[in-house]
T-cell receptor, first 112, second 114 residues
Framework: QKEVEQDPGPLSVPEGAIVSLNCTYS??????FMWYRQYSRKGPELLMY????GNKEDGRFTAQVDKSSKYISLFIRDSQPSDSATYLC????????????FGDGTTLTVKP | ETGVTQSPTHLIKTRGQQVTLRCSSQ?????VSWYQQALGQGPQFIFQ???????GRGNFPPRFSGLQFPNYSSELNVNALELDDSALYLC?????????????FGPGTRLLVL
């Protein structure tokens, strides 16, 4: 079993829709949770970063972490065609940014 | 752009050959991590170098090795290539020791092993 499992998708939504992307994890030591966006033929770029449980909002993006259920979510409001990409959730146990465990990604398409 | 560059962008090798991939980290970053991303999967941690020493390794065999140099550049070497080594290889740089530090990925090198 993988330590970070992600809803595989793909996901296709109309422009303006609210998107919900979800992951679960099994390692109780994970304390830092990240969402990355990866466009085709590019490296992942960090979207959201959360420490421990709680919500974090940044513009149209909201990240939620529920450590009691080991559940990670990313919500995208007013989705745009430019949001079309693969979204990767990731987690790590300590402050070492490099040793992250990733999910397999969900590919999102936002149709105009 | 993240300031992390990788070369080459694409590479084709045959089984049994050796390959060296290169990464130039963001200026000032003392840590580089290498990941393998197979098609349709997330990045898998290969190893990390901190101040030119290996600082942790994922579930990869010893034929995967690396080097980090003082000028913020690094290498990933893979010996005795296998078909399953075909993947996107990503390097990511960070500055270990800073609170809530994140890592910045390069665009990757796409390796095809025939």
């Amino acid at each position: 079993q993988k330590e970070v499992e992600q809803d595989p998708g793909p996901l296709s939504v109309p422009e303006g829709a609210i998107v919900s992307l979800n992951c679960t994890y099994s390692n109780s030591a994970f304390q830092y949770f990240m969402w990355y966006r990866q466009y085709s033929r590019k490296g992942p770029e960090l979207l959201m970063y959360t420490y421990s449980s709680g919500n974090k909002e940044d513009g149209r993006f909201t990240a939620q972490v529920d450590k009691s259920s080991k559940y990670i979510s990313l919500f995208i409001r007013d989705s745009q065609p430019s949001d079309s990409a693969t979204y990767l959730c990731a987690a790590r146990a300590d402050t070492n940014a490099g040793k992250s465990t990733f999910g397999d990604g969900t590919t999102l398409t936002v149709k105009p | 752009e993240t300031g992390v560059t990788q070369s080459p962008t694409h590479l084709i090798k045959t089984r049994g050959q050796q390959v060296t991939l290169r990464c130039s980290s963001q200026s000032g970053h003392n840590t580089v991590s290498w990941y393998q991303q197979a098609l349709g999967q997330g990045p898998q941690f290969i190893f990390q170098y901190y101040r030119e020493e290996e600082n942790g390794r994922g579930n990869f065999p010893p034929r995967f090795s690396g080097l980090q140099f003082p000028n913020y550049s690094s290498e990933l070497n893979v010996n005795a290539l296998e078909l399953d080594d075909s993947a996107l290889y990503l390097c990511a740089s960070s500055h270990e020791g800073l609170a809530e530090e994140t890592q910045y990925f390069g665009p990757g090198t796409r390796l095809l092993v025939l």
